[in-house]
């Protein structure tokens, strides 16, 4: 392995090699030349004392009397050397020109400096590999990550309470014969704090946290990836007790197919490599491998059996008291209005991840900072929110002509007004037809309730919700002038009717089978549309039926632009009232 003195005393060799051979080549003098007429004509004289014989287009001689060689023309003779010799001139042979010898030796440096690249380049990967096992501060003042520092997860905390105790007292669970798990999986959402909570774990251990990312391993050159996965353990044997964290595990770690090309040779010798090492160390001696990942159906069997990745534990995204425990840690050292409620912020923020939750709060804090405001307040968490979910509003409107804030008006009113009757556990807490940055015409947000299960009524529901924009513009403007605004909508639709037929066996037609196992889709497909139908029919009706609440939604929208939870609540109860 080249180390860096040494790279660059080869590189001054390699360019001295270069100007010598330049020089060579290029700055000496132009010999004399001769003509082969005048040759013969210096011999018939008697005035040739010395010729060279060679198999190049030139042949040197030398005069009698002179120190330099000339060169003339080569007629590659065979009688030549007879004639020569014959009027009694010295004569040599040469197989190997000056040209031939300079044309040898620049390959010859070609082949050495090409070498020496990819030997520098291979030694590069493996000095790469060491810079990446760096034992990391988790926090940029050097103190450790605590449980204390993570908000929420506490079913995973309490996962790998145990693995905490097995690494900071391995002699404990010996006497039972007990082993530690070689290693942990954590999957789940991007942003639920996987790698947050691997680094709590070597910090409530007090051991050494080895970070890498799967990519790390992926190179162009093969061996290189399983020689990182090799340097990788080696470091952390040397620390004895240690979390081994390998974040992006499915880079690496993808179920290999039978008869793979070798394309894959790389990745497949990483992986193997990592096996290995797993299976390698002893389960008694403090060390734990960490991994994680979006997809765990993506890894291969290999690394999910027992030996390698022993326990798979979830990071989900957090429940409604969670998600008040990561905002109140992210409140901290913020000046918060009193008017703020925390409560309400964390019901609005269903499906919202730990991450999404700190940038909501970072959000909030930037608007408050560019308005100046003594605090930061309720608005500035609305005007986080609703940039997060839908972009920024569009501030010039100009152009956006009647016709279309109509269809966006009776498009919204109708997705609110159906979420309101069908779905009244549902939060509306904004309807609008203000355009945003990230292309959307309008949103009407349907925030869930926290719920672990959905009921089969409750997902038929959400498809009516979905078609209810789209049925609106047909009941207003006609079949004829539906737009493309409901593309997104029927996108929902179709993946809710897909998985309520073959994962939830709900479909009466195609009963309790899961038929994602099967390769034919055909009739599934027709189900899926006569189901969509049906279920559009309904939510049209329905429209229909409360079209005069829709009038009143769309109306005070087209005037207002933004309507609020409450007002809407006011026009659907006023509606109502007038029918009843």
């Known amino acids: 392995m080249f180390n860096k003195n040494n790279i660059i005393k080869y590189s001054i060799i390699f360019w001295i090699i270069i100007v010598l051979a330049y020089i060579t080549i290029f700055n000496r003098d132009e010999p004399e030349t001769y003509t082969y007429n005048q040759f013969l004509e210096q011999i018939r004289n008697n005035n040739v004392e010395k010729v060279v014989l060679s198999e190049s287009s030139k042949l040197t001689f030398k005069l009698k009397g002179k120190d330099t060689m000339v060169f003339t023309d080569n007629p590659r003779k065979e009688s030549l050397k007879e004639e020569l010799l014959k009027n009694n001139i010295a004569v040599e042979e040469s197989t190997f020109s000056s040209s031939s010898a ?78 530690m798990p ?23 251990a007090g051991v050494p946290f080895y970070a890498v990312s799967g990519s790390d391993f992926v190179q162009m050159y093969v061996g290189v990836g399983a020689s990182r996965i090799r340097d990788l353990f080696k470091k952390a044997r040397e620390s004895e007790k240690a979390v081994i964290f390998i974040d992006e595990i499915d880079a690496i770690g993808k179920k290999r197919a039978l008869g793979n090309s070798g394309a894959n040779d790389e990745r497949d010798q990483t992986l193997n490599a990592l096996l290995t090492e797993m299976s390698g160390f002893s389960s008694s001696n403090g060390i734990i491998v960490i991994a994680a990942t979006n997809r765990i159906d993506t890894l291969d069997e290999a690394l999910l059996r027992p030996g390698r990745f022993d326990r798979h534990i979830e990071i989900g995204l957090p429940d409604f008291n969670a998600r008040k425990t990561i905002l109140s840690y992210y409140f901290k050292e913020k000046p918060i209005a009193p008017t703020v409620d925390i409560l309400n912020i964390a ?15 970072n959000e909030a804090s930037i608007f408050a900072a560019k308005a100046e405001s003594e605090a930061i307040h309720t608005e500035h968490f609305d005007q986080a929110y609703y940039t997060i979910v839908a972009g920024s509003e569009k501030k010039d409107r100009s152009n956006i002509k009647e016709k279309d804030r109509q269809i966006t008006a009776y498009h919204e009113a109708g997705h609110a007004l159906v ?25 009407s947000l349907n925030i869930p309730p926290d719920k672990m299960y959905y009921t089969k009524k409750e997902l038929e529901a959400q498809i009516m919700v979905s078609f209810a924009g789209r049925a609106a513009e047909e009941l207003i403007f006609g079949p004829d002038s539906i737009t493309t605004g409901a593309s997104n909508d029927i996108e929902k639709a179709t993946s809710i009717v897909k998985d309520y037929i073959t994962k939830y066996g709900m479909s009466q037609k195609t009963g309790l089978i899961n038929t994602a196992l099967f ?20 939510s049209f009706a329905l429209i229909k039926e409360k079209s005069h609440v829709l009038d009143k939604i769309a109306n005070t929208l087209l005037r207002k632009e933004s309507l609020e939870e409450e007002e809407l609540d006011a ?7 007038i029918t009843a």
């Open 182 to 204: 070689k290693g942990l999986i954590f999957y789940g959402p991007p942003g639920t704090g996987k790698t947050l909570m691997a680094k709590a774990i070597a910090g409530e």
């Open 419 to 443: 979420t309101k009757i069908l779905l009244p556990e549902n939060s509306v807490s904004k309807v609008t037809i203000i355009p945003s940055t990230k292309g959307i015409g309008g949103f």
């Open 519 to 538: 390769s034919s889709d055909t009739d599934i497909m027709q189900e899926c549309a006569e189901i969509l139908d049906m279920l559009y029919k309904e």
């Open 102 to 179: 300079i044309q040898t030796a620049l390959s010859l440096i070609f082949i050495g400096a090409m070498f020496f690249y990819f030997n520098k380049i291979t030694n590069k990967g493996h000095e790469k590999s060491t810079m990446a096992v760096v034992n990391q501060s988790p926090h940029a003042d050097g103190a450790l990550v605590r449980f204390t520092d993570i908000a929420g997860n506490d079913e995973a905390k309490d996962s790998v309470s145990d693995i905490i105790d097995f690494i900071k007292f391995p002699e404990k669970y010996s006497k039972y014969g007990a082993k």
């Open 347 to 361: 019901k609005q923020t269903v499906y919202f991840s730990g991450a999404m939750l700190e940038n909501l709060v």
């Open 571 to 577: 026009i659907i109860i006023s509606g109502n009232k």
